[in-house]
T-cell receptor
Framework: AQSVAQPEDQVNVAEGNPLTVKCTYS??????LFWYVQYPNRGLQFLLK??????LVKGSYGFEAEFNKSQTSFHLKKPSALVSDSALYFC??????????FGAGTILRVKS | DTGVSQDPRHKITKRGQNVTFRCDPI?????LYWYRQTLGQGPEFLTY????????KSRLLSDRFSAERPKGSFSTLEIQRTEQGDSAMYLC???????????FGEGSWLTVV
């Protein structure tokens, strides 16, 4: 079965510093990988996806993610964090059908 | 805004009562999904429609849960004889066949007291 793991429950970073939120995956075949963000009491907002092609994927709000096949990772990154980036981040993988399987989520806290 | 719309956003109900949530997908999206999210967890898949056909159901979807999409547009999720363990946020999402991105609504919070 397809799955993703987010090894960090929480990531703390100072405003202006680069941030990384980690995700590793386990799939059979080629992975379709996604990142979503969730603000308190809100739904999920799509940030970016990797389907095929360039290993560095650019998404919304200045976020990007790097697909690494040898390490089975898809880490979310941003060069300079903002306080407004503080939220809950989910990594997800598309299963063999049409649905997404989500990780447990990582809380990102950006301090000014 | 033409995003995924869910109603109601919040529902408090007594244990044993029935509740129904409605989801209006993005216009022309033929796929519709229901997920459940509890505090501290990622969303868990419940069921999925393509047009009006319910193509997949999770084992999480007990007999007390039923979802419909009668005309291939909006969908309803009904929970009968609610239990305290049903308290969660119920998320609806939609997508278009041939595209990989799934778009989520704002969710419907259910509290069973």
């Amino acid at each position: 079965a397809q799955s993703v793991a987010q090894p960090e429950d929480q990531v703390n970073v100072a405003e202006g510093n680069p941030l990384t939120v980690k995700c590793t995956y386990s799939v059979s075949g080629n992975p379709y990988l996604f990142w979503y963000v969730q603000y308190p009491n809100r739904g999920l907002q799509f940030l970016l996806k990797y389907i095929t092609g360039d290993n560095l994927v650019k998404g919304s709000y200045g976020f990007e993610a790097e697909f690494n096949k040898s390490q089975t990772s898809f880490h979310l990154k941003k060069p300079s964090a903002l306080v407004s980036d503080s939220a809950l981040y989910f990594c997800a993988v598309r299963d063999g059908g049409n649905k997404l399987v989500f990780g447990a989520g990582t809380i990102l806290r950006v301090k000014s | 805004d033409t995003g995924v719309s869910q109603d109601p956003r919040h529902k408090i109900t007594k244990r044993g009562q029935n509740v129904t949530f409605r989801c209006d997908p993005i216009s022309e999206h033929n796929r519709l999904y229901w997920y459940r999210q509890t505090l501290g967890q990622g969303p868990e898949f419940l069921t999925y429609f393509q047009n009006e056909a319910q193509l997949e159901k999770s084992r999480l979807l007990s007999d007390r849960f039923s979802a419909e999409r009668p005309k291939g547009s909006f969908s309803t999720l009904e929970i009968q004889r609610t239990e305290q363990g049903d308290s969660a946020m119920y998320l609806c999402a939609s997508s278009l066949s041939g595209e990989n991105t799934i778009y989520f609504g704002e969710g419907s919070w259910l509290t069973v007291v």
